[in-house]
């Protein structure tokens, strides 16, 4: 860590030198403006204003790629923040048919994105997302809530023999991924910019590391749900072999793991230790539903009661994935002071 000794230049102002090597590689020269962001715990953070300009841009160079190449660079240059986005071939050349497909399946995918310009050897995509129009916290939520709405229709397709039922939960895997991918750039873009951290509706950066857990882990309870609603599908009569009883089990065992996974993130919105608690004591109690309900079923063929053993298993590990998400609630909620600890 470098240390710079405070001067007074006058009266009522101290002073202190900018690192010749930092100022020189963000192009700060006398008498231009940087901007200064007072954060919690006395930390005082500086920034050149090219920091602050969004228009920042990308090109990727597609003539060696293939379009899913193509395709997985586009969202990653989306995740890191880009207002805007070239893909294109050296002169001469043009992009084939395939990476052009690709850069319009990936603007399905991603919000706020769309093509602006297009020619033989260039397609130019903006994002128009404004950080403003969105806090992590109620994306969190969102990303959550469609969780739980793709699991409820997946267990009921599974109760009821409805295909149609599962392929709607199917259908909204694709939005839980654009809400996913767009906390990944509103995360990113935040840390590489803390004036952003308050507009994406924090006070600092501290919580992002663990927000950006907390959304992997929800990305991946949708999943299960997924994987429940193929299972349905992919099901001769679209229905487990069990008696209504097991399946009522079942339902009960889901409207558990739906209780503790919202409790734990709103836990670590809210920064709620005693949610934290609850969640991690309810978890306990469910824990082997799984195991419980497998011991008690009656002899069936291996190929269903595999299918049943898969459902409890993508169920159970919803039920873990909110106990992570719970002890990330439990670090954000003791960094600040409360009825339970005192920060000195």
């Given at each position: 860590m470098e240390t710079r000794k405070v001067q007074r230049l006058g009266p009522s102002t101290?002073?202190?030198?900018?690192?010749?090597?930092w100022a020189q590689e963000q192009d700060v020269e006398k008498g231009d403006e940087v901007s200064l962001r007072i954060g919690s715990k006395g930390t005082l953070t500086v920034m050149p204003e090219s920091v602050q300009q969004e228009e920042s841009e990308a090109i990727i160079h597609a003539q060696n790629l293939d379009a899913d190449a193509v395709e997985r660079a586009i969202v990653a240059q989306y995740v890191l923040g880009r207002r805007i986005i070239h893909v294109e071939v050296e002169?001469?050349?043009t992009l084939g048919s395939s990476q052009i497909n690709a850069v319009y399946n990936a603007e399905t995918q991603l919000m706020g994105l769309g093509v602006i310009e297009e020619t033989p050897e260039r397609i130019a995509i903006r994002c128009s997302?404004?950080?403003e129009d969105f806090t992590l916290d109620n994306l969190l939520e969102r990303l959550e809530s469609t969780g739980s709405t793709m699991r409820n229709e997946a267990i009921k397709a599974l109760a009821h023999g409805n295909p149609d039922l599962a392929q709607r939960a199917l259908n909204r895997e694709r939005q839980a991924n654009k809400i996913f991918v767009l906390l990944l750039r509103l995360i990113f873009t935040a840390y590489q910019n803390p004036n952003l951290a308050r507009a994406v509706g924090l006070e600092s950066?501290?919580?992002l590391i663990g927000y950006r857990s907390i959304a992997k882990n929800l990305e991946l309870t949708a999943d299960n749900a997924e994987d429940i609603a193929e299972i349905v599908l992919e099901t001769d009569g679209h229905s487990l072999n069990v008696d209504g009883a097991t399946m009522r089990r079942i339902r009960e065992f889901t409207d558990n793991v739906n209780e503790i996974t919202e409790q734990a993130v709103r836990a670590a919105v809210e920064r709620d230790y005693d949610l934290a608690i609850k969640t991690r004591k309810q978890f306990a109690e469910i824990q082997d539903n799984e195991r419980e309900v497998l011991s008690d079923l009656d002899e069936m063929p291996n190929e269903e009661l595999l299918r049943v053993r898969e459902v409890l298993v993508s169920l159970g590990q919803t039920a873990q994935y909110a106990v992570r998400n719970a002890e990330i609630a439990t670090n954000l909620a003791?960094?600040?002071?409360?009825e339970h600890v005192t920060i000195q």
């Open positions: 101290l002073a202190m030198t900018l690192p010749a090597k002169e001469g050349g997302v404004d950080p950066g501290f919580p003791l960094n600040e002071e409360s």
